[in-house]
C-alpha cells in the first residue's frame, strides 16, 4: 500500500520551504512508501525554485498550474498526477509532525474497511505577521509591529527545529487551523465527536481542509472534490464518501501545524448564498441547514434563539435522534433566507467623529432606535463567576446598564436573570477580549465603561455615588479600592479607611471604570500594543497613564469591592509576559503606583 501526498500551495514560498522540510523529517516512511505530488497554482513568487530544492531530496512531483484553478481543482490535479492507493491531502504552509505519513498509511493499512481519516489540526500563531517564519521578514506594513515585538527569535520557525527539535515547535503550538476562541472551540468539538460518536451519520462534518486521508478509489468513486463549492468544499467530499460507506476516524499521533498567516480564513458564514445553493441543491435533508446552525451558535450565539442553538457536534447529533428539530429549522432556514438577500447597509451613517475616533450616529436599526444607558458593563465570565455576575446584575439593575458578557469557557447562561444580558463566546485574557469585543463603535453611546472580571465581590457597592465621585473630581479612569480580604492586590489598591479615595497614577485592568473617551484611549492602547505576545495580558495598566496620558486616575475606598481569585502557579509565566510587555516599551515609564493625593 503505497500513500500519495497531495501539496497544494499558491504564493507561499518561504512556507512551502518549511512545509517540505518537515516531510525530510518523517519516521518510519521509505521512499517506496510515499510519493509526494506538489501542485503549484500558478504562484508568481520563488515557489517553483523551493519544488526544485527538494526535488532531490524527497520522492516528489511537481504540477504547475499556468492559472489559478483554486483549491479544490488544484487538488483534483494532484490527484491525477498520483499512483498511490491512498491519498493524503496536506496544504503548503503546514508542518507535518514526524509520524503524520506512518500514522495515515497504518490507519488504513489496519482497518478492516474503508475509512476517511484525519489527524489533530494545530496552528502557530507565531507565524501571522511574517513573509518569511524562518528568516523574520515581516509582512508588508508590518515591519514597525515586528521590530516593536522584541520577541522575533521566538517566533521563528526554522529548518534546523523541523529536522532536529521538533518539540519545541510542538510546544508553540495551539489548537485549531487558525487562531481564536471559535476556531478552538470548533477543532475541540471534531475531535470530541470522532470519539465520543463513532457511528453518527454527522461525523463528515468533523473533516477538516488539510491533513485527511482516503482510499483513491473511493476518491474516484464519487468524483473528486467539487470545483465550484467553494468554501466547504471539504465538508461536501467528506458527506459523499461517508455516503457511500467511508467511515470518518480520528487518527493518533497525526498531528498538523499551520504557520498562520493574516489571510485568514474562508468564512461559510458571510453574506454569499452561492454555496449554500449549490449545497443545498446536492444535499437534500437538515443536515446542510443544521451545519449551518451550528456555525452561528459557535460564533455568534447571541443571535441564535436560545431554543434553538445548537453546542457542538455532539448535541447536533442527539437532536437528528431525537426528531425533535423544528425550532433548529426555522432559525436556520432564516440565516438561508438572510444569505439570499441582496446586502442592505445599515441607515446611512453621518460623518462623524466620536473622541478621536470614527464612529456612525446610527446605525442598525436595533441601535439606532434603542435608547441609550448611561453604562456598558463587560465582563469575561467562565463557570465559577455566574454567582458573581448574578449579584452584580441584582444590585446594578438594567435601567443605568447594558451588559456585554464573553463566555470563555462555554458556559451558557439560560437563567432568567441573565435573560437580558448580549453574551458572546470567545477565549483569551481579558485585555485581549476587551480589544476584540469593546471597541469606540460599541462603546460610542454610553458616558461610562466598566470592565471587569468575573471573581469580583461587590458586596454594598453602590455605583451611582462611584460615579459621583468620578464626577466632582474629575476622574477618566478609577476603581473600587480591594477589600484587605481580597485575596490578591497591589499594594496602592487595598482599601485606606481614611477618607473617600485617593489620587494614583495606577488603576488596575479588571476593576476598572473609564469614562468613554478614557477607554477610546485605553482601547488603543490595546491595539496598539496588540502585537505583543502576551497570553496573560498583565501590564497594560502599568503603561496606561504614560501612554495614553490620563490626568484623572483614582481609587475610591468609601466603595470598595473584594478580588476572590487566589493566586497560582500561572501568575509567575504572566509576571514574565508583562516583564517583556515593560522591557519592549523602553520608551513609556510605567506606573509607580503611588498616592498622588486625595479625593473629595
Known amino acids: 500500500m503505497k500513500l500519495s501526498v497531495i501539496v497544494i500551495t499558491r504564493n507561499e514560498s518561504a512556507r512551502l520551504r518549511l512545509a517540505l522540510t518537515s516531510y525530510r523529517a518523517q519516521r518510519g516512511m521509505s521512499p517506496r512508501d510515499f510519493e509526494l505530488v506538489v501542485v503549484d497554482d500558478a504562484s508568481g513568487d520563488e515557489t517553483p525554485d523551493v519544488i526544485e530544492e527538494h526535488a532531490g531530496l524527497l520522492p516528489l512531483t511537481a504540477v504547475r498550474n499556468d492559472t489559478a484553478l483554486g483549491i479544490s481543482a488544484a487538488r483534483n490535479r494532484g490527484v491525477e498526477a498520483s499512483c498511490g492507493d491512498v491519498l493524503l491531502f496536506m496544504d503548503g504552509d503546514v508542518l507535518a509532525e514526524p509520524t503524520l505519513l506512518a500514522a495515515h498509511l497504518w490507519a488504513h493499512r489496519r482497518s478492516g474497511e474503508a475509512i476517511l481519516t484525519r489527524g489533530e489540526n494545530r496552528h502557530l500563531r507565531c507565524t501571522r505577521f511574517l513573509r518569511d517564519p524562518e528568516l523574520g521578514l515581516p509582512r508588508p506594513g508590518k515591519e514597525e509591529r515586528i521590530r516593536r515585538s522584541g520577541s522575533l527569535a521566538a517566533s521563528l520557525v526554522t529548518r534546523a527545529q523541523i529536522l532536529g527539535s521538533f518539540p519545541d515547535i510542538e510546544r508553540r503550538s495551539e489548537a485549531g487551523i487558525y487562531p481564536g476562541g471559535a476556531n478552538r472551540r470548533l477543532s475541540a468539538h471534531e ?239 481579558i485585555s485581549h477580549l476587551a480589544r476584540v469585543h469593546l471597541t469606540p463603535r460599541r462603546c460610542q453611546l454610553y458616558e461610562y465603561v466598566f470592565c471587569w472580571s468575573d471573581d469580583l465581590d461587590i ?111 500561572a501568575d509567575l509565566r504572566a509576571w514574565t509576559a508583562m516583564a517583556r510587555l515593560l522591557a519592549a516599551c523602553p520608551e513609556h515609564r510605567p506606573s509607580d503606583q503611588r498616592v498622588l493625593g486625595q479625593l473629595t
Not at 221 to 249: C, F, K, M, N, W
Open 191 to 429: 475531535v470530541e465527536a470522532l470519539i465520543a460518536i463513532p457511528d453518527s451519520p454527522i461525523l463528515w462534518m468533523a473533516i477538516p481542509g488539510h491533513n485527511v486521508s482516503m482510499p483513491s478509489a473511493a476518491f474516484e468513486e464519487v468524483g473528486g472534490y467539487d470545483a465550484d463549492q467553494q468554501p466547504i468544499e471539504q465538508r461536501e467530499i467528506a458527506l459523499r464518501l461517508q455516503s457511500v460507506g467511508l467511515r470518518p476516524t480520528l487518527t493518533a499521533c497525526a498531528r498538523s501545524y499551520h504557520l498562520t498567516h493574516l489571510d485568514g480564513g474562508r468564512d461559510p458564514l458571510q453574506n454569499d448564498a452561492n454555496w449554500q445553493e449549490r449545497f443545498f441543491a446536492k444535499h437534500d435533508g437538515p443536515f446542510g441547514p443544521l451545519l449551518l446552525l451550528y456555525w452561528k451558535s459557535l460564533v455568534d450565539r447571541a443571535s441564535v434563539p436560545r431554543e434553538a442553538r445548537i453546542d457542538s457536534l455532539i448535541h447536533l447529533d442527539r437532536i437528528l435522534h431525537s426528531g425533535e428539530m423544528t425550532a433548529h429549522l426555522q432559525a436556520a432556514q432564516t440565516l438561508i433566507d438572510h444569505a439570499r438577500q441582496p446586502a442592505v447597509p445599515d441607515v446611512a451613517p453621518a460623518t462623524v467623529t466620536v473622541d478621536g475616533f470614527p464612529a456612525v450616529t446610527q446605525g442598525a436599526p436595533s441601535r439606532a432606535t434603542k435608547q441609550p444607558k448611561r453604562c456598558l458593563y463587560f465582563s469575561p465570565v467562565g463557570r465559577d463567576g455566574k454567582e458573581f455576575l448574578a449579584a452584580t446584575i441584582a444590585r446594578f439593575g438594567h435601567d443605568d446598564f447594558d451588559w456585554l458578557i464573553v463566555s470563555y469557557d462555554g458556559t451558557t447562561f439560560p437563567e432568567r436573570i441573565f435573560a437580558h444580558c448580549e453574551v458572546v463566546h470567545d477565549s483569551g485574557s
Open 459 to 569: 458586596g454594598a457597592f453602590s455605583y451611582r455615588n462611584f460615579l459621583d465621585i468620578m464626577q466632582r473630581n474629575g476622574l477618566e479612569i478609577a476603581q473600587p479600592a480591594l477589600t484587605p480580604q481580597s485575596a490578591y492586590s497591589h499594594g496602592v489598591t487595598v482599601q485606606s479607611l481614611c477618607g473617600i479615595g485617593r489620587l494614583t497614577d495606577f488603576v488596575e485592568f479588571m476593576a476598572q471604570v473609564c469614562t468613554r473617551q478614557a477607554w477610546n484611549s485605553y482601547w488603543a492602547m490595546l491595539k496598539r500594543l496588540e502585537w505583543h505576545d502576551n497570553p496573560w495580558g498583565w501590564g497594560y495598566d502599568r503603561l496606561a497613564k504614560s501612554i495614553c496620558g490620563y490626568r484623572g486616575m483614582g481609587i475610591v475606598d468609601c466603595e470598595p469591592i473584594t478580588h476572590t481569585r487566589l493566586k497560582s502557579p
